[in-house]
T-cell receptor
Framework: AQSVSQHNHHVILSEAASLELGCNYS??????LFWYVQYPGQHLQLLLK??????LVKGIKGFEAEFIKSKFSFNLRKPSVQWSDTAEYFC??????????FGRGTSLIVHP | DAGVTQSPTHLIKTRGQQVTLRCSPK?????VSWYQQALGQGPQFIFQ???????QRGNFPDRFSGHQFPNYSSELNVNALLLGDSALYLC???????????????FGPGTRLLVL
């Protein structure tokens, strides 16, 4: 069965700290990978996506993610977080249908 | 360019009642998908509509049904509501890209349903 696992359910950081959120997927065949963010009171927004090509993907707001096929991972990174990055982050994976299966989400709180 | 819109924003119903939620897709999109997001969980896929037909369905009972209109807007209907149906219901739209592939889904703000 297709599944997505996010290792950290809650992460608390100080401003300027580095961020890495883990994501592992279980999918047969070609996989498309996504990170979505849900800021407090706002709707789900796409941060970045990987379909093919360069496994290091740059997204909006300084976020990036690396697809490591051998590890079935797609971890999200940001070198220096800001208070405005406080949000819920969801990793998702899909096959050819482009219908994503979501992980449980990671709640990130950044202290100013 | 309007994004995905949903109505209503909030809804309170009692067990056994029926509810209809509405979604208008992003301009240029022809496909609508519905998701249920329970508290503390990621969104779960309910079904997807394209060309006014249900094309794919997740693991949800027949109490959940939908419709897509010629202008691509969509409705989600839930019959015989249960307490466990309380959740945020998200609509996402997308369009067909090259070679039949569908592009990334864009999500609306959701409708929060509370079943008492």
């Amino acid at each position: 069965a297709q599944s997505v696992s996010q290792h950290n359910h809650h992460v608390i950081l100080s401003e300027a700290a580095s961020l890495e959120l883990g994501c592992n997927y279980s999918y047969g065949g070609t996989v498309n990978l996504f990170w979505y963010v849900q800021y407090p009171g706002q709707h789900l927004q796409l941060l970045l996506k990987y379909f093919s090509g360069d496994p290091l993907v740059k997204g909006i707001k300084g976020f990036e993610a690396e697809f490591i096929k051998s590890k079935f991972s797609f971890n999200l990174r940001k070198p220096s977080v800001q208070w405005s990055d406080t949000a819920e982050y969801f990793c998702a994976a899909s096959g050819g249908s482009y219908i994503p299966t979501f992980g449980r989400g990671t709640s990130l709180i950044v202290h100013p | 360019d309007a994004g995905v819109t949903q109505s209503p924003t909030h809804l309170i119903k009692t067990r056994g009642q029926q509810v209809t939620l509405r979604c208008s897709p992003k301009s240029g999109h022809d496909t609508v998908s519905w998701y249920q997001q329970a508290l503390g969980q990621g969104p779960q896929f309910i079904f997807q509509y394209y060309e006014e037909e249900e094309r794919q369905r997740g693991n949800f009972p027949d109490r959940f049904s939908g419709h897509q209109f010629p202008n691509y807007s969509s409705e989600l209907n839930v019959n015989a509501l249960l307490l466990g149906d309380s959740a945020l219901y998200l609509c996402a739209s997308s369009r067909i890209a090259g070679q039949g592939a569908r592009e990334t889904q864009y999500f609306g703000p959701g409708t929060r349903l509370l079943v008492l």
